[in-house]
């Protein structure tokens, strides 16, 4: 089976500008989860998408957004970048619960994708 | 509120010497525990996983980790560190009926391994 793959790989943005990030999980996970990467903070979770829903949002303000699509990939958003929010932007897929309930199975990451905000 | 602690931001062993990696966890109910590591420039990778079966859980590429549920901990071993063990340490918890999705990570630990 492929992997979680994320494209770009690689960004570079101003700030003010936005900049969308794609998601593509392993074939059969419907749940997505995104993580942003810092030096500083580590890694924090973003949001959670399972049958095109956000289950689950972390505490970043509302300039970070995302969606999925009927086939499980999954877009995130950031409006108005500001220098603080480069970083490296993970996601990862799993698959869901039973009955779509919360799951703790296991989360397999994609490669990231590295923005930088200039 | 539940949270991972990761013991040393950075270890540092020679080639062939035990590796410990450690880890302790915050927690009200019931953990699920990870261990991930990150080259550089890439995603996480699994290494092993708990999920409240057997305490002493064996993963990839000869690590393995014990959850100690008096000491709330979780601490990775390996018995001989290989060059290409150098690379991140990522510790992380998720909790079964509260939280869709969310992996709490701690802040790392990297590994050295000199020749």
């Known amino acids: 089976k492929a992997g979680v793959t994320q494209t770009p790989r690689y960004l570079i943005k101003t700030r003010g500008q936005q900049v969308t990030l794609s998601c593509s999980p392993i074939s059969g996970h419907r749940s997505v989860s995104w993580y942003q990467q810092t030096p500083g903070q580590g890694l924090q979770f973003l949001f959670e998408y399972f049958s095109e829903t956000q289950r689950n949002k972390g505490n970043f303000p509302g300039r970070f957004s995302g969606r999925q699509f009927s086939n499980s990939r999954s877009e995130m958003n950031v409006s108005t970048l500001e220098l603080g929010d480069s970083a490296l932007y993970l996601c990862a897929s799993s698959l869901p619960g039973l009955a779509g309930g919360p799951s703790t199975d296991t989360q397999y990451f994609g490669p990231g994708t590295r923005l930088t905000v200039l | 509120a539940q949270s991972v602690t990761q013991l040393g931001s950075h270890v540092s062993v020679s080639e062939g010497a035990l590796v410990l990696l450690r880890c302790n966890y915050s927690?009200?109910?019931?953990?699920?525990l990870f261990w991930y590591v990150q080259y550089p420039n890439q995603g996480l990778q699994l290494l092993l996983k708990?999920?409240?079966?057997?305490?002493l859980v064996k993963g990839i590429n000869g690590f393995e980790a014990e959850f100690k549920k008096s000491e709330t901990s979780f601490h990775l071993t390996k018995p001989s560190a290989h060059m290409s063990d150098a690379a991140e340490y990522f510790c992380?918890?998720?909790?079964?009926?509260?939280?869709?999705?969310?992996?709490?990570f701690g802040q790392g630990t990297i590994l050295t391994v000199h020749p």
């Open positions: 927690s009200s109910v019931p953990p699920y």
């Open positions: 992380a918890v998720t909790f079964i009926g509260t939280s869709y999705g969310k992996l709490t």
């Open positions: 708990y999920t409240s079966a057997a305490t």
